[in-house]
């Protein structure tokens, strides 16, 4: 399947809304002439001249019937990766009769797991409401209704860029086709992917991996290489046409996150005849900047030095390559990068480029753990024994933090020091839990911990009465079977899920349900850690 290329206004950008990084069309208002799912397909909309179904003309792109009352159709997207939209495609080629004569978007932040159900009960913020971009459960408007052209590439740049989006929810006015939906903006991982021990692929798109620049790109977008798994096919790949001058061709990658690149794989997967004969790969370091800091952002990308290699470190010297394989290279010297110029000689095709390293720390993130080794011990003491209740677990971490030179060390700290626990220290730590549905605060929590308990829970006031009644009652039959509270991770979940999980968990025995509260405990505290350092 080709890719549709990118419009020329949005070529630096990620289409947030791939297929090929997991976006989803999560529902759709009506789709009886042609389905949802044809809103992201990576190829470019067809026609099939004379071929109908039983419902009507055959169509590539999503179709609804004819609107025969008040309102608009509307779709929810998933999108593969989260990110702030810049831009949109809205593609309505091939409908000329059938085509919205008008389009709107909104955006949201959810879990991955919210369902179109939770979703379509969200408000949508009031325009101008202060703080509305921080509110969490609301839809927010990223473009006031827009005409569009039937039949027509419609490229359409936001007002303005839109804050973060996990979802986005496209309103057609009022009824009709459109082909496909693209939407172009910045990628914007949760921060936490970049807290973990080993290496992770630094140039990924959903690690907010990105193109910057190319010499050529006839056959296949550069942007191809940073997509998830391996291509299908020949077509799914960066190809060059056929070089008939000296040198080479090559691209600019700049990584989702700076950080030191240990390792790199270049593979030709599906170029047996058109594979490069070798490549080399520079690096640049504009240097350490917050995602969020747009001014920083932009400072730190003009330092990037356009034209030839001047100003480039040499991480890969010329490294032979051949046809269909994964190649995997460690550079001499692993260097610190935000940026990548890679080169292919002297043409051909490449399908996927992986960079492998350790993410570097931001400003922000520096700050947040200056900030928490610089605490007073009793206020340090009391902000650890609100993410976990457990004294000795507290002590040994305040211990750790002195050594912690960024934030990966913290949570490796955190871990080590949970997991050495004994079981009565456990004990201790479920005790600064209320219950859950309960509106009492429990004794031993601090005021933070009850603040966080409250947020974790909030789904879970306001359910039906029925469900917190029996999750009152299966608390009690819990804490008598096991001589603690029901212990889980409340966060995104409901009632009815959390009392669901009570019911499965109520008849084990007790050495499997302490292991199971451990489990639950350990996933509390990380998550209370890693709010705190985002929170500032």
């Given at each position: 399947m080709s890719q549709q290329p990118a419009p020329a206004a949005f070529s630096h950008l990620v289409n947030l809304a791939a297929d090929e990084t997991g976006t989803f069309v999560l529902w759709a208002s009506d789709d009886y002439f042609a389905e949802?799912?044809?809103l992201v397909r990576s190829d470019a909309p067809v026609w099939k001249e004379g071929v109908y179904t039983d419902k009507g003309k055959w169509m590539d792109g999503w179709e609804s019937q004819r609107m025969r009352g008040p309102g608009h159709d509307t779709a929810i997207l998933r999108l593969g990766v989260p990110g702030?939209?810049?831009?949109l495609l809205v593609d309505t080629t091939h409908f000329k009769g059938n085509a919205p004569i008008a389009v709107a978007l909104e955006v949201c932040e959810a879990p991955h797991t919210a369902t179109a159900e939770e979703l379509l009960s969200w408000p949508v913020a009031e325009e101008g409401a202060e703080g509305a971009a921080q509110v969490a459960k609301v839809w927010r408007l990223a473009l006031p209704k827009t005409d569009i052209r039937s039949d027509f590439g419609n490229v359409i740049a936001l007002p303005q860029l839109s804050p973060r989006a996990t979802h986005?929810?496209?309103?057609?006015?009022?009824?009709?086709?459109?082909?496909?939906?693209?939407?172009?903006?910045?990628a914007r991982p949760a921060p936490q992917i970049f807290w973990q021990q080993g290496s992770i692929d630094l140039a990924a798109i959903e690690h907010g991996g990105r193109v910057t620049a190319i010499s050529d790109a006839f056959f296949g977008p550069p942007a191809n290489l940073l997509l998830p798994g391996r291509g299908v096919n020949m077509g799914d790949g960066w190809e060059t046409r056929r070089r008939r001058t000296p040198g080479s061709d090559w691209c600019e990658i700049g990584l989702g996150r700076r950080g030191l690149v240990q390792r790199i794989e270049v593979d030709t997967h599906f170029f047996k005849g058109n594979a490069p004969q070798a490549c080399s790969v520079f690096a640049f370091d504009a240097g350490a900047v917050d995602p969020d800091d747009a001014e920083g952002m932009a400072a730190a990308?003009?330092?990037v030095p356009t034209g030839d290699d001047a100003g480039w470190t040499p991480l890969l010297d010329l490294a032979p390559l051949v046809q269909h394989r994964r190649h995997s290279f460690e550079p001499a010297r692993p260097t610190v990068a935000t940026h990548l110029r890679v080169h292919i000689f002297p043409h051909g095709g490449v399908n996927r480029m992986r960079v492998f390293g350790l993410a570097a720390p931001t400003p922000r993130e520096q700050e947040r753990l200056a900030t928490l080794q610089a605490l007073p011990r009793a206020e340090l003491d009391a902000l650890l024994l609100s993410f976990c209740g457990a004294t000795a677990w507290a002590q040994q971490v305040a211990r750790a933090l002195p050594s912690c030179s960024q934030v990966r060390d913290v949570l490796q700290a955190v871990d080590v020091a949970f997991w050495a626990l004994r079981e009565s220290d456990w004990l201790e730590a479920f005790a600064a839990h209320p219950r859950i549905g309960a509106r009492k605060d429990a004794a031993a929590a601090t005021a933070q911990s009850a603040q966080w308990s409250r947020g974790e829970q909030a789904q879970v006031h306001g359910a039906e009465s029925s469900v917190t009644a029996m999750l009152a009652t299966l608390n009690e039959t819990y804490f008598e079977r096991f001589g603690f509270i029901f212990i889980v991770f409340a966060t995104g979940r409901s009632a009815a899920q959390m009392l669901a999980l009570l019911q499965r968990r109520i008849g084990n025995d007790r050495e499997a349900e302490i292991r199971n509260a451990g489990d639950e405990q350990a996933r509390i505290t990380r998550l209370r850690l890693e709010n705190w350092l985002l929170a500032g």
């Amino acid at each position: 399947m080709s890719q549709q290329p990118a419009p020329a206004a949005f070529s630096h950008l990620v289409n947030l809304a791939a297929d090929e990084t997991g976006t989803f069309v999560l529902w759709a208002s009506d789709d009886y002439f042609a389905e949802k799912e044809n809103l992201v397909r990576s190829d470019a909309p067809v026609w099939k001249e004379g071929v109908y179904t039983d419902k009507g003309k055959w169509m590539d792109g999503w179709e609804s019937q004819r609107m025969r009352g008040p309102g608009h159709d509307t779709a929810i997207l998933r999108l593969g990766v989260p990110g702030s939209v810049e831009g949109l495609l809205v593609d309505t080629t091939h409908f000329k009769g059938n085509a919205p004569i008008a389009v709107a978007l909104e955006v949201c932040e959810a879990p991955h797991t919210a369902t179109a159900e939770e979703l379509l009960s969200w408000p949508v913020a009031e325009e101008g409401a202060e703080g509305a971009a921080q509110v969490a459960k609301v839809w927010r408007l990223a473009l006031p209704k827009t005409d569009i052209r039937s039949d027509f590439g419609n490229v359409i740049a936001l007002p303005q860029l839109s804050p973060r989006a996990t979802h986005v929810r496209l309103h057609i006015y009022p009824d009709g086709g459109v082909a496909r939906l693209r939407v172009y903006g910045v990628a914007r991982p949760a921060p936490q992917i970049f807290w973990q021990q080993g290496s992770i692929d630094l140039a990924a798109i959903e690690h907010g991996g990105r193109v910057t620049a190319i010499s050529d790109a006839f056959f296949g977008p550069p942007a191809n290489l940073l997509l998830p798994g391996r291509g299908v096919n020949m077509g799914d790949g960066w190809e060059t046409r056929r070089r008939r001058t000296p040198g080479s061709d090559w691209c600019e990658i700049g990584l989702g996150r700076r950080g030191l690149v240990q390792r790199i794989e270049v593979d030709t997967h599906f170029f047996k005849g058109n594979a490069p004969q070798a490549c080399s790969v520079f690096a640049f370091d504009a240097g350490a900047v917050d995602p969020d800091d747009a001014e920083g952002m932009a400072a730190a990308m003009a330092q990037v030095p356009t034209g030839d290699d001047a100003g480039w470190t040499p991480l890969l010297d010329l490294a032979p390559l051949v046809q269909h394989r994964r190649h995997s290279f460690e550079p001499a010297r692993p260097t610190v990068a935000t940026h990548l110029r890679v080169h292919i000689f002297p043409h051909g095709g490449v399908n996927r480029m992986r960079v492998f390293g350790l993410a570097a720390p931001t400003p922000r993130e520096q700050e947040r753990l200056a900030t928490l080794q610089a605490l007073p011990r009793a206020e340090l003491d009391a902000l650890l024994l609100s993410f976990c209740g457990a004294t000795a677990w507290a002590q040994q971490v305040a211990r750790a933090l002195p050594s912690c030179s960024q934030v990966r060390d913290v949570l490796q700290a955190v871990d080590v020091a949970f997991w050495a626990l004994r079981e009565s220290d456990w004990l201790e730590a479920f005790a600064a839990h209320p219950r859950i549905g309960a509106r009492k605060d429990a004794a031993a929590a601090t005021a933070q911990s009850a603040q966080w308990s409250r947020g974790e829970q909030a789904q879970v006031h306001g359910a039906e009465s029925s469900v917190t009644a029996m999750l009152a009652t299966l608390n009690e039959t819990y804490f008598e079977r096991f001589g603690f509270i029901f212990i889980v991770f409340a966060t995104g979940r409901s009632a009815a899920q959390m009392l669901a999980l009570l019911q499965r968990r109520i008849g084990n025995d007790r050495e499997a349900e302490i292991r199971n509260a451990g489990d639950e405990q350990a996933r509390i505290t990380r998550l209370r850690l890693e709010n705190w350092l985002l929170a500032g």
